[in-house]
């Protein structure tokens, strides 16, 4: 596609829930990264893929978070028994291989989670 | 840890004022990057500094790059109301090519 693209774009939740974002990358992105924006404040890095590698899953902030990403395209997070301190902007973003820090990161336009 | 400082965390300005926001990392930094987030939009690339003492233009941004490559600063002449968002700085964290530590951003509000 155009951009990456994230479903869906806003969901509200109940504490206990399970709930799964969705990233579609650009077409031909080989790295996908989730990053997790709280109200006012920067992003946080949360989980890398890149390629066939195993993800770099250091950002995840408890076993309570996974990711996985199928066919080295779509990737899908998922927060389990979701907490309200879980509540904020869920980003992807893709790269054309990660494999460059020069390399410039292309976001979604986010996933808007509200846990209740 | 590596930590990327931002100041100031808002500004209010006058259309037509100039803007600087600051960034500073605890460590060097091989590259840093500039990143723009509209109200309720998501963040978007606007420039990449990688050589030391680097200077950058982009109509009226001016971007730099410390000679010491941990800190770097974004100025806006002559702000518009079309520039008004957060702005952040991001730096590889430690040796990664591919983990970004953002600054926790600038939001810039400009009244017309």
């Known amino acids: 596609g155009a951009g990456v693209s994230q479903s869906p774009s806003n969901k509200v939740t109940e504490k206990g829930k399970d709930v799964e974002l969705r990233c579609d990358p650009i077409?031909?992105?080989?790295?996908l990264y989730w990053y997790r924006q709280s109200l006012g404040q920067g992003l946080e890095f949360l989980i890398y893929?890149?390629?066939?590698?195993?993800?770099?899953k250091s950002g995840l902030p408890s076993d309570r978070f996974s990711a996985e990403r199928t066919g080295g395209s779509v990737s899908t997070l998922t927060i389990q028994r979701t907490q309200q301190e879980d509540s904020a902007v869920y980003l992807c973003?893709?790269?054309?291989?990660?494999?460059?820090?020069?390399?410039?990161?292309?976001f979604g336009p986010g996933t808007r989670l509200l846990v209740l | 840890g590596q930590q990327v400082m931002q100041i100031p965390q808002y500004q209010h300005v006058q259309e037509g004022e100039d803007f600087t926001t600051y960034c500073n990392s605890s460590?060097?930094?091989?590259?840093i990057q500039w990143y723009k987030q509209r109200p309720g939009g998501h963040p978007v690339f606007l420039i990449q500094?990688?050589?030391?003492?680097e200077v950058k233009k982009q109509k009226r941004l001016t971007f730099q790059f410390g000679e010491a490559k941990k800190n770097s600063s974004l100025h806006i002449t002559a702000t518009q109301t079309t520039d008004v968002g957060t702005y952040f700085c991001?730096?590889?964290?430690?040796?990664?090519?591919?983990?970004?530590?953002f600054g926790k951003g600038t939001l810039l509000t400009v009244n017309p």
């Open positions: 893929f890149q390629g066939n590698s195993a993800p770099d």
């Open positions: 460590t060097t930094l091989s590259n």
């Open positions: 077409s031909g992105h080989t790295a």
């Open positions: 973003a893709s790269s054309p291989s990660g494999g460059d820090p020069q390399e410039t990161q292309y």
């Open positions: 991001a730096g590889p964290r430690g040796g990664s090519n591919y983990k970004l530590t």
């Open positions: 500094l990688v050589k030391s003492g």
